[in-house]
């Protein structure tokens, strides 16, 4: 038994600083991306997530090419993109899509282009890699207190909207009667998934950032029908995918005789995925109606 | 011309709920409504009748809110309490099968929705919520996913809903419009029912008045942006309905139904959103 612990938990695991840094970041993002995520669901805007997300591509080589620290290009990048599908209208259903789709394929471009010359100003891809990708293990320690402050503010506006929030997010029709202001309670919450998004690129990278904020939520839905126990599952859920994620990418280092750590991301994602097929199998057997 | 005619009001001790006075709303440069005015009484069950287009939504919008009249005004009760004094009910309501929210969940947000923060759970909201279900008849259903429930019993969610902070006045956007035959029958016997029980004045629009005619104590008849309102026998009779439509109407009361048919002199013809039916076809009833 002993020896079946010490080899999924690696003795020096837990002391480790640079996995103390990576377990308490990927914490506090794991729990507001999936509790952020959940509105993001029911409001089906899973799309415009994914292109917020997606757009830290842009924002992290930006940052990386002017010098300062990848996490404040993914704020800037995904708090601007979120400013201009606004303006653009993304909150009416019709041309929603089309919209944030071409925001994204001018985003991409934009970052091909940051990410090509960053390679060549550096002469390795590494920093490609981490934006891309995610690279938890090499955070500095100066970001938690900046990941606690944007992660509680994104939090934040969720749960001080909470009741409006639900009933806009239901049926802006019922929402607009009671004289609530359905076009900036909209336009707040697309401002906390910018933030929950960034957050999240920062620990699992740009291109998967949308995982954490879509994925457990949709794990929640399956297995509960309230709201408010709906958040605690999916905050739940990223916690687990995301601690588990990092102890396996630790481990893996030990698995090829090249010891070349599998990223965290991958491992991250891929969990969050079991979790939700394993929800779909539970619920169409507890389904009744 | 507003025809606000003068009924034998009923022993007038029942409150005003909804004063409407002479609101005209132009949109697109049509006149949609036109110096239209009538009033409602708590307690009573009144009918917005009109065909498509007639400007029934709008006038909904106006009473809620949402549309500023470009003159004239619309007062709520005694128009102290603002949004939470009109419930409504909107026509479409569909939702994703998944959506984590039960009927009761729905149904407490009428209650609070408008609050910041989270809700603590409250046997007193709870006890609220079971008191509505209870009013609607919902019980057996309000713990399922509102995504998941019928059109029938998404609407007496919604009821329950709008119910729930005690309005003075239920606005009900063609409620009987998704509706089959027995389902719509039940929504008008329980909603005149809330109407009477709970004193409150319950408004609903519909293109076809039969189905309200066994409970609608008044009735708005809307056509071309003017408004004649009165009790049925009042307002739905030929000389008012031609003054109303600006050319020649007849009615006709077969059998307890009422058939609006409209016609230029000679040319007879029927006026298909009246009755229902196809053009050029008359309903037969027994």
Redesign the interface.
């Known amino acids: 038994m002993h020896q079946v612990l010490r080899a999924i938990v690696e003795p020096g695991f837990f002391g480790n600083s640079s996995v103390q840094l990576a377990a308490a970041v990927g914490a506090v993002v794991a729990i507001v991306a999936s509790s952020v995520g959940v509105f993001t669901v029911i409001r089906g805007q899973s799309f415009a997530g994914e292109a917020l997300g997606d757009l830290g591509a842009t924002g992290g080589s930006s940052a990386y090419l002017v010098g300062i620290a990848p996490l404040w290009g993914f704020l800037a990048i995904a708090v601007a993109g979120a400013s201009v599908m606004e303006l653009i209208g993304i909150q009416r259903a019709r041309g929603r899509d089309l919209a944030t789709g071409i925001v994204l394929g001018a985003g991409f471009g934009l970052a091909a282009l940051l990410l090509y010359l960053g390679t060549i100003y550096d002469n390795t891809t590494g920093a490609t890699v981490t934006i891309l990708f995610g690279s938890p293990f090499t955070l500095s320690s100066s970001v938690l207190p900046l990941v606690a402050v944007f992660g509680g503010l994104a939090l934040g506006i969720v749960l001080v909207l909470y009741r409006p929030l639900l009933l806009v997010s239901v049926s802006p029709d019922l929402a607009s009667a009671r004289r609530l202001p359905v076009r900036l309670i909209g336009a707040l919450y697309l401002l906390a998934m910018a933030l929950a998004v960034a957050l999240s690129a920062l620990t699992i990278g740009a291109i998967l950032s949308t995982a954490l904020l879509v994925g457990p939520a949709a794990t929640a839905l399956q297995l509960t029908r309230r709201p408010g126990r709906a958040i605690a599952t999916a905050a739940a859920v990223g916690i687990g995918a995301m601690w588990l994620g990092i102890l396996l990418a630790y481990d893996s280092d030990d698995w090829s005789s090249s010891h070349h750590a599998w990223p965290v991301s991958f491992f991250v994602v891929a969990l969050v995925l079991l979790a939700y097929i394993a929800s779909r199998s539970l619920s169409t057997r507890a389904r009744g109606r | 011309m507003s025809a606000e005619l003068l009924a034998t009001e009923p022993a007038a001790t029942a409150p005003e709920a909804l004063s409407v006075d002479g609101v005209t709303v132009r949109l697109g440069g049509r006149t949609v409504l036109d110096d239209v005015s009538f009033s409602v009484r708590a307690g009573e069950f009144t009918g917005l009748i009109g065909s498509n287009g007639a400007g029934k939504t709008t006038l909904f919008r106006v009473i809620?809110?949402?549309q500023p009249p470009l003159s004239g005004h619309v007062r709520v009760g005694d128009g102290r309490r603002?949004?939470a004094d009109?419930g409504?009910v909107?026509q479409k309501?569909l939702?994703?099968p998944?959506?984590?929210?039960?009927g009761r969940?729905?149904i407490a947000?009428g209650l609070?929705?408008?609050?910041?923060?989270?809700?603590l759970p409250s046997r007193a909201r709870r006890a609220r919520v079971d008191e509505m279900l209870d009013a609607v008849d919902a019980c057996a259903?309000a713990?399922?996913?509102?995504g998941?429930l019928s059109g029938g019993e998404q609407q007496r969610i919604?009821i329950a809903?709008a119910l729930i902070s005690r309005p003075r006045l239920l606005l009900l956007d063609e409620p009987l419009a998704n509706l089959d035959l027995r389902a719509a029958q039940e929504a008008v016997r329980l909603l005149s029912r809330i109407a009477s029980e709970q004193r409150i004045a319950v408004l609903i629009s519909a293109h076809e008045m039969n189905p309200l005619l066994p409970v609608m104590d008044r009735i708005v008849y809307l056509a071309a942006g003017r408004a004649a309102s009165g009790s049925v026998d009042e307002v739905v009779r030929s000389e008012v309905l031609t003054e109303l439509y600006g050319h020649h109407v007849d009615v006709l009361r077969v059998h307890g139904r009422v058939i609006v048919v409209g016609g230029r002199g000679h040319d007879e013809h029927v006026v298909p959103e009246l009755t229902g039916g196809a053009p050029g076809s008359v309903e037969i009833v027994k």
Do not use: I
Not at chain 2, 112 to 119: E, M
């Open positions: 809620l809110g949402l603002g949004g009109v409504y909107p309501f939702l994703d998944d959506m984590p929210l039960r969940d729905l947000l609070d929705g408008h609050r910041l923060g989270v809700p259903f713990d399922d996913r509102v998941q919604l809903h």
